[in-house]
């Protein structure tokens, strides 16, 4: 059967996966619905394409075209969801960047991107002073004439979808937050974009009745693929420039959110400002550490339902999903969530496997290393052929992640690779010690890291932020862990004060690393 040249593929049966037919059918179906709102705006789908059709214009008069990279380093606004759409319909590789990067780090990636363009907000206009790339500033507001105003004016007509030819081709270039080294450039394809929104569609329930709140930054990832996602489903994108409590939550209660994505912060800024019950249920979906029982509890009681996402950079944002379900104890789901879940709608398998590529046994105990495979992971590290070919050894990708199968098939993180604390010669899971901290009704984020020691090599040092009017002192943590942990585990000294993050909430612990060695160096031998 395999050889009836019949059966190949033709032009009336296949056509290249690609985000952009996604748009052209929510334009089909929704166009007169209501697609964006930014502030006191708001845009129909028809009108969001006309938005995208002007960027196509304006970029193809600037000589854009096929394989080049576009950058565009914007807050949560209109134009940005366009750009996911605008920049690929080019052929081009949107780059989005990291809103709060220095000048030294944008000017690496620009250069190492060799961007055609970049596109940015009179607010990030700056950091691009002295960057060579030519810089097109966006007007703040439509109608404010400070700036290229893509909301009005004539509408080109075209076809979206019509210059991909190849669905394995490059559609977005997202560079990874650099917490240990330089940034590496992670390529996307058309194809894994598609398939990893309509798998955030189907695993998050999101339709055409959805409210979508941007508190996720969409160049973290692409917004998890949800810039695609939410268009697909003919849902309604709520634009924000900043993520500040008081604007996360007159939104919810001014549109009646259904939906939204942030890091664990954002769930601490809920709990602590929102003073009145969502008007819907809220599903919410974060990443990072797992939510503890008082978040969970104080967020239901506010309408929100929350599931833990487990993915990378590499894997298209999401890649596993953990949602308990209807478990009313909030101890036991707490401790369920802590797991990673199994695998996202559209991924492959996650496995854990250990040195010799096996995978551990689904004990929930024997340690290994996440490893993915399946349409939903990076085509490869830009211009680095040595990073793509160590990431991809033995046909998997390796996340670096330590962790344990559970009999039910469930991951649970113990452990980044780097981050397992050696002390004594015996192996200190970082995680487990920063668990039993937030189980501290005073703690808001904890981050445990190694720090040397004379005797013990080196032993775990606790770095906590605290819940606003708290007077939590040292000694009191301390007895407190002495309480829960083995002696060997327990913190050595505790730092109190604000904890360094990346614009995506990320715990920026190589800092912390640093910290705690020059605090280490001044204190002297212990």
């Known amino acids: 059967m395999l050889s009836m040249k019949h059966l190949a593929s033709s032009d009336a049966n296949f056509r290249p996966l690609t985000p952009l037919d996604l748009l052209d059918r929510t334009l089909e179906f929704y166009g007169e619905r209501v697609g964006v709102i930014w502030g006191d705006h708001s845009w129909t789908y028809a009108e969001f394409g006309s938005i995208v059709a002007r960027l196509v214009g304006y970029l193809r008069a600037q000589g854009v075209g ?291 590529g096996c995978d551990v046994p689904a004990d929930g105990q024997t340690l290994g290393e996440i490893v993915l495979a399946g349409n939903t992971v990076m085509a490869g590290y830009y211009r680095d052929p040595e990073a793509t070919a160590a990431a991809f050894r033995g046909g998997v990708f390796h996340s670096g992640d330590l962790a344990v199968m559970h009999p039910d098939g469930q991951i649970e993180i113990r452990d980044r690779a780097k981050d397992i604390i050696i002390s004594g010669g015996e192996n200190i899971s970082s995680l487990e010690v920063e668990k039993t901290l937030y189980q501290h009704p005073d703690i808001r984020l904890t981050a445990v890291v190694a720090a040397p020691h004379a005797k013990w090599g080196e032993t775990p040092w606790a770095f906590v932020e605290l819940v606003d009017g708290s007077s939590l002192t040292a000694d009191a943590l301390d007895q407190f862990c002495r309480e829960r942990l083995a002696g060997f585990k327990r913190p050595r000294h505790f730092v109190f004060g604000p904890l360094p993050r990346t614009a995506t909430g990320k715990i920026q612990k190589f800092l912390l690393r640093k910290d705690a060695l020059r605090i280490a160096r001044d204190r002297g031998p212990q």
């Open 66 to 356: 096929a394989g080049d990279v576009v950058s565009v380093m914007l807050p949560n606004r209109p134009e940005m969801v366009a750009a996911h759409f605008a920049i690929p319909a080019l052929g081009a590789v949107l780059n989005t960047l990291n809103t709060r990067l220095e000048p030294n780090d944008l000017g690496y990636i620009l250069d190492h991107a060799d961007s055609r363009i970049v596109l940015c907000a009179p607010e990030t206009e700056m950091a691009l002073a002295g960057c060579d790339t030519p810089v097109t500033r966006l007007c703040s507001a439509p109608g404010a004439g400070d700036g290229l105003d893509l909301f009005s004016g004539s509408v080109p007509d075209m076809d979206f979808a019509v210059g991909i030819a190849d669905e394995g081709q490059p559609i977005s270039l997202n560079y990874t937050s650099g917490t240990t080294g330089k940034p590496k450039g992670v390529v996307y394809t058309h194809r894994g974009a598609y398939l990893n929104a309509l798998g955030s569609v189907l695993a998050l329930g999101v339709n055409e009745h959805s409210r979508y709140l941007w508190t996720l930054p969409m160049f973290h990832c692409n917004g998890w693929c949800h810039a695609w996602a939410v268009t697909a489903a003919g849902a309604t994108h709520i634009c924000l420039d900043k993520v500040k409590p008081r604007l996360i939550t007159d939104a919810i209660q001014a549109h009646a959110v259904t939906h939204m994505s942030c890091a664990p912060v954002v769930l601490y800024m809920l709990l602590e400002h929102a003073t009145e019950p969502s008007p819907v249920r809220v599903r919410i979906t974060t990443g990072g550490s797992a939510p503890t029982p008082a978040l969970l509890a104080g967020l239901s009681k506010l309408g929100f339902d929350i599931a833990h996402l487990y993915g990378l950079t590499e894997s298209y944002g999401p890649a596993t999903l953990n949602d308990p379900g209807d478990v009313s104890d909030i101890e036991t789901r707490a401790a369920l969530m802590a797991r990673q879940g199994r695998r996202h709608m559209t991924a492959g398998r996650a496995r854990v496997v250990d040195e010799s």
